[in-house]
């Protein structure tokens, strides 16, 4: 066969079947026949991870089927390396929240403040559909199994539309080993376990079933509602199997990608899919050279805990056996067994001239537990975690924060890889809502997300449409930043903040404001304080959707006000702000000069005049009330 004949009989399997559900108007029988056929060349994969969940729950597991899992009774290993590292890892990465900034091909004002509202609307949307806590959990997922997943979906609400987000086991997902060899492949398939009754509400609202509610229940009826047999116990839950695919297109302008619904003997829902991305978010603890599917800790230091497993049943059996003290007493002591009791200070009658020895032995040598003590330390090791670190504990010689962030750097750059992917799969995130929320906004569906707008020590919760991002998806870029590159524990947070303040890279109030303290405003100096009002005031004019004009108090400090209005306006004229808004800061700036003048001017009415007779005169200074008021009035 000729290398051309083998690339146009590839569509078929080696049963001479064509896969390609879709090219087909109705699809689901093929749809359901190509998913079989994946699921059955994936039973390798999901035995490995019902193998390595085994070894981190320290149970028995029946099966990965709708029912989550089938626990069967089994015994409790005494020490779990996996879980213990796997828990390790997730404390330390897991606790980060990467979010999302976007730069602007433009560098106007304009572009920025509509970056902005982007980066509003997706941390919104991250903070709405729980996407950090989900991401924890699938990121937990991962380190275990290799791999994690999340997907998003149009979500409609009493108050709209939304963006939605779930975990999504990764056993749950399917991928032809050859089409992911690269890590790129061009079908998924999902499996749904979906109560019956929440199936007919999802489809029945689609233009296809409207008016047709009966077969739409009678096609439900006879969707495949998966092995019950297999589960091995009853259940009231009454779901039925159904399968979500996706096909990317060819190309750009091709017309055969698709994503459709169906079920085992109906296809429930079939649209065009025009994007070369899916609504699924992949994390991989260690991602595969060859293949699509990560590996995980679990797989790392599998070898390792099933041979402290197996060393541990024999310390348990040795201890069962001769772990007890043992009592030697003669036959011609003529002792009573029954004397022999757990009751403090007994007392032992026995006939003879020998009295009985009590004989203690050690189950197991030394050796034996030096050899358990470094298969522990070797499967932290090769976790790139610390045996210190696995038990919450800091070396007792490192007591300063400086030592112990040098310490916490070390196992941080061993983690480097997992966490530059942990950020990524959060970008990943980012990328998705957005895509999705432009995908909606087409069809008439433009989400809402609840963000948290927060201006200086204010801050509140406004809705931010769709409608208002303004940035089309080929005008901005994505980056990665930290929520904050403090400590998360208090300690460490206070000790980095005086070094910082020592060495003067932040002021007193910068150091009360990032301490985050609850009644940040009673702590703050009055220095601190005018600048806070002064920047609220240029970020009113700068920053808001629609400008807000504001203007300075004759008490405040003028001169300061001068500096940082006068640089605030330079710099939003470099940035090319609308002229409406320099307008407004020139007309603070005029009106700071004004009071100025006034107050110049009343101050030479003030000074001490010499009369003839060479004796100072003192000018009476006029009530404070009517200072103030000329001020006003300037």
Not at 40 to 52: C, Q, Y
């Amino acid at each position: 066969m000729t290398h051309r004949q083998d690339l146009a009989e590839s569509k078929y399997d080696q049963e001479g079947k064509d896969h390609r559900w879709w090219l087909d108007d109705d699809c689901s029988a093929k749809l359901w026949d190509t998913f079989q056929h994946i699921y059955s060349m994936d039973e390798n994969r999901r035995a490995l991870i019902k193998h390595h969940m085994r070894l981190y729950g320290s149970k028995m597991i029946g099966n990965l089927s709708d029912q989550v899992f089938d626990v069967i009774s089994g015994s409790r290993m005494k020490y779990n390396a996996i879980q213990s590292v796997c828990e390790t890892a997730v404390s330390r990465l897991g606790k980060n929240r990467p979010a999302a900034a976007y730069v602007t091909k433009g560098g106007t004002l304009a572009d920025m403040r509509a970056a902005k509202a982007l980066g509003l609307y997706t941390a919104g949307v991250f903070e709405n559909a729980d996407v950090y806590q989900r991401g924890r959990e699938s990121f937990r997922t991962a380190t275990v199994v290799g791999s994690g997943v999340l997907a998003f979906f149009p979500k409609e609400t009493e108050a709209g539309w939304s963006v939605g987000c779930e975990r999504v086991f990764p056993w749950e997902i399917v991928i032809d080993e050859h089409d992911g060899r690269m890590g790129e492949p061009r079908s998924y398939y999902r499996v749904h376990y979906i109560d019956r009754e929440v199936a007919f509400e999802k489809f029945s609202r689609i233009k296809k079933w409207k008016s047709k509610e009966k077969k739409l229940r009678e096609a439900l009826t006879e969707c495949s509602v998966g092995d019950r047999e297999a589960i091995g116990r009853d259940t009231t839950a009454d779901t039925i199997e159904i399968i979500e695919a996706w096909h990317l297109p060819s190309g750009k302008g091709a017309k055969d990608g698709r994503h459709v619904f169906a079920g085992s003997s109906v296809e429930l829902q079939s649209d065009p899919w025009n994007h070369q991305w899916v609504p699924l978010a992949f994390y991989h603890w260690q991602p595969a050279i060859v293949g699509y599917w990560g590996s995980g800790i679990a797989e790392t230091i599998n070898g390792i805990q099933v041979t402290i497993n197996r060393m541990l049943k024999v310390a348990e059996a040795s201890y069962a056996l001769v772990g007890r003290p043992w009592i030697l007493s003669p036959a011609s002591a003529k002792m009573r067994p029954e004397m022999f009791t757990n009751k403090t200070t007994p007392i032992i009658e026995y006939i003879g001239d020998v009295p009985p020895t009590v004989v203690t032995h050690a189950p197991l040598n030394q050796d034996f537990h030096n050899q358990l003590d470094r298969l522990k330390q070797e499967a932290n090791d090769l976790a790139g975690v610390s045996q210190l670190s696995s038990s919450g504990k800091k070396p007792a010689d490192l007591e300063s924060g400086e030592a112990l962030r040098r310490f916490n750097e070390i196992e941080d750059a061993r983690h480097a890889d997992p966490g530059i992917n942990y950020e990524r799969f959060y970008m990943n995130c980012a990328k998705i809502i957005l895509k999705l929320s432009h995908s909606m906004a087409k069809e008439g569906k433009s989400p809402t997300a609840q963000a948290h707008v927060k201006r200086r020590n204010r801050g509140w919760m406004e809705d931010i449409s769709w409608d208002r991002v303004k940035l089309d998806e080929n005008d901005y870029m994505i980056q990665v930043y930290p929520t904050s590159i403090l400590p998360s524990q208090p300690a460490g947070r206070v000790a980095t903040i005086q070094e910082w303040f020592r060495v003067g890279f932040i002021s007193k109030g910068e150091a009360f404001w990032l301490l985050e303290i609850p009644d940040l405003d009673s702590h703050l100096s009055p220095d601190a304080i005018m600048v806070e009002a002064i920047l609220d005031d240029v970020e009113a004019m700068l920053d808001e959707e629609e400008p807000e004009p504001r203007l300075p108090e004759p008490y405040q400090d003028l001169q300061l006000s001068r500096k940082l209005m006068t640089a605030a306006y330079l710099k939003a004229r470099m940035l090319k702000a609308e002229e409406d808004r320099l307008e407004l800061m020139r007309r603070y700036i005029a009106k700071i000069s004004e009071y100025e003048e006034a107050a110049n001017a009343m101050g030479q009415q003030q000074q001490p005049m010499a009369d003839p007779m060479g004796q100072q005169q003192q000018i009476a200074k006029p009530p404070e009330s009517t200072s103030l008021a000329a001020l006003q009035g300037a």
